[in-house]
């Protein structure tokens, strides 16, 4: 379900008594002061739920096409009951901001100390909302199944305003420490997003030592760069659940290929020559030349990802080959035929449009059940790194380079044997430990011994959806 995309109300000094006065409403404290939210109520279960609590300056005006800015501290009391939406094309969202740089957040009531998972959207990096995940029914399980988690859904920048590579913005003044960056502002915005959830979550129930990123799709590929960026310092999350989408082909570009993607395509759509006129434009001229990109796209993405040499300084296959990625234990998945040509067909280009129609799918019971089943090996899985939980249907195994095993989520769970052979063997195999011993090639190849946990799993690709959306 969407919420309206409206900024979060400022309550000036008049209002805030009324506020005060009214209903014992959740209350979290941050260094950009209080926000209220709101509580949701299933079968005597309660969810607080705090949605568009901005998490950095908003990259508007001079900010745009700009790393992400750290907001001042304040005291201020903010309403956080609507959800932003950042700018996209499509007919069935509600209304877009530039200034969308907020998440979400959902906790048990008065939740204290627990596990967090931060969901990273997918849609090609070019369309979604952390708002389009209804995270209330995830939490909601994980309360009734004592395995309570806190989940924070967040925005990034997407399209042509999240990663836009330009040749006149890649200078010394675009990263820190005089380094130069361009076209991975979404990115950066996912790493702002984990650094203020880090300092804050605590007064929202979470705890910031035990984060666990994941995504579905664009989600999942972001994932996989958090995961191999020379950026993100170790200790940001403690483990990754890449839901699909863990190595596309081609998912990152060098810069060359990314400017003359982007950049050098966006300039003389809409007749600018300089980065003041570039910054000028109105988000409906950047929407109109964005289309024109991603129509030629098979996935329908504006820009992707880009090897920058700041936010990565190598594609995410040699990153994971070469060793260079954070040994977090990992649950990676893919979701049945996401790529299909018949879902590329149907949806015109983008396998994530398709979530839009399945809110109007019911669920069979035995689809419901294996929702329940995921819902409860991930939050095990975010509170422990084993995805198991007493008394699961079937028990999860770490991933061996002996059987190259994975689940198959289906509404018949089972663990099957070298379907992924080949791609596992050649990568994975790497850095897979085996009954807690990490291979020989993984301790020849990484200096540390850290063990470096996997599960893999293949899921029916309405089911993935569907569980994220509503069950
Ligand atoms: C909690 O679990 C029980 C049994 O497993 C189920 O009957 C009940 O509907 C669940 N409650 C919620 C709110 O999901
Ligand atoms: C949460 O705390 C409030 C205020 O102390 C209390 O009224 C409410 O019952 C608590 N809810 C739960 C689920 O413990
Ligand atoms: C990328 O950066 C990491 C961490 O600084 C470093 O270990 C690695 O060698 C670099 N890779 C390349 C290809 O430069
Ligand atoms: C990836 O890019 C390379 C070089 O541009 C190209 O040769 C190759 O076909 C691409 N692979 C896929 C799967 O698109
Ligand atoms: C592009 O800008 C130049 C200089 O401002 C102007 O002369 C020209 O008409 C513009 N072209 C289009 C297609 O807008
Ligand atoms: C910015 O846009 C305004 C209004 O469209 C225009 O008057 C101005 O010349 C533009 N500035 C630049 C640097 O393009
Ligand atoms: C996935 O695609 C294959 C063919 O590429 C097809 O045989 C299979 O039925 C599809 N599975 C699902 C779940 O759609
Ligand atoms: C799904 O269930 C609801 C409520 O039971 C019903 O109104 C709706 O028609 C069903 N939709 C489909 C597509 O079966």
Redesign the pocket.
């Known amino acids: 379900m969407h919420r309206k995309a409206v900024t979060v109300i400022l309550l000036n000094s008049l209002i805030i008594p009324i506020i005060l006065a009214g209903d014992?409403l959740p209350r979290a404290r941050t260094e950009q002061g209080v926000y209220i939210g709101s509580r949701s109520t299933i079968n005597d279960i309660?969810v607080a739920c705090w949605y568009g609590i901005p998490y950095a300056e908003q990259p508007v005006d001079n900010l745009r096409w700009l790393p992400p800015l750290p907001l001042p501290t304040s005291n201020d009391i903010n309403i956080a009951d609507t959800a932003t939406l950042c700018p996209q094309l499509s007919s069935f969202e509600p209304p877009y901001t530039e200034a969308c740089l907020t998440l979400n957040v959902h906790a048990?009531?008065?939740a204290s100390n627990l596990p967090v998972y931060v969901w990273i959207h997918g849609g090609s990096f070019t369309t979604g909302a952390g708002g389009s995940y209804n995270a209330t029914p995830f939490v909601i399980t994980s309360i009734n199944y004592s395995a309570p988690i806190v989940v924070v859904t967040i925005n990034y920048r997407i399209g042509l305003l999240g990663f836009l590579a330009d040749e006149a913005f890649y200078n010394g003044k675009s990263g820190v420490d005089g380094r130069r960056t361009t076209g991975n502002y979404g990115i950066l915005d996912q790493i702002m997003a984990l650094d203020w959830i880090k300092k804050n979550i605590r007064s929202f129930g979470g705890n910031p030592e035990e984060i666990t990123i994941g995504g579905e799709s664009a989600g999942g590929i972001s994932v996989s760069v958090l995961l191999t960026s020379p950026l993100v310092k170790t200790g940001t999350f403690q483990r990754a659940i890449i839901q699909s989408g863990g190595i596309w082909p081609n998912a990152t570009k060098d810069l060359q290929t990314a400017f003359d993607d982007s950049g050098n395509i966006l300039r003389p759509l809409v007749n600018c020559s300089t980065v003041e006129c570039l910054r000028n434009l109105t988000v409906k001229q950047i929407l109109r030349a964005q289309k024109t990109i991603a129509s030629k796209n098979i996935f329908g993405t504006a820009a992707t990802p880009v090897v920058d040499g700041y936010v990565l300084n190598d594609t995410i296959e040699n990153s994971y080959a070469r060793g260079n990625f954070q040994k977090v234990p990992v649950l990676v998945g893919s979701t049945t035929n996401e790529t299909s040509l018949y879902t590329c067909q149907v949806f015109q280009g983008s396998a994530t449009e398709a979530q839009r129609y399945f809110p109007k799918y019911n669920l069979t019971e035995e689809e419901k059940q294996l929702s329940i089943n995921m819902m409860r090996y991930w939050a095990n899985f975010i509170r422990t790194s084993n995805p198991n939980f007493e008394g699961s249907a079937i028990n999860w195994n770490t991933y061996s380079i002996n059987s190259d095993n994975d689940l198959v989520l289906d509404t018949a769970l089972r663990m099957r044997n070298y379907h992924y052979k080949v791609a596992c063997s050649s990568l994975w195999d790497l850095y897979a430990t085996t009954n807690d011993t990490p291979t020989s090639s993984a301790i020849s190849s990484t200096k540390s011994r850290q063990r470096f946990q996997s599960f893999f799993c293949t899921v029916l690709f309405q089911i993935i959806l569907c569980t994220f959306t509503r069950f």
């Open positions: 014992n309660t048990p009531e008065n």
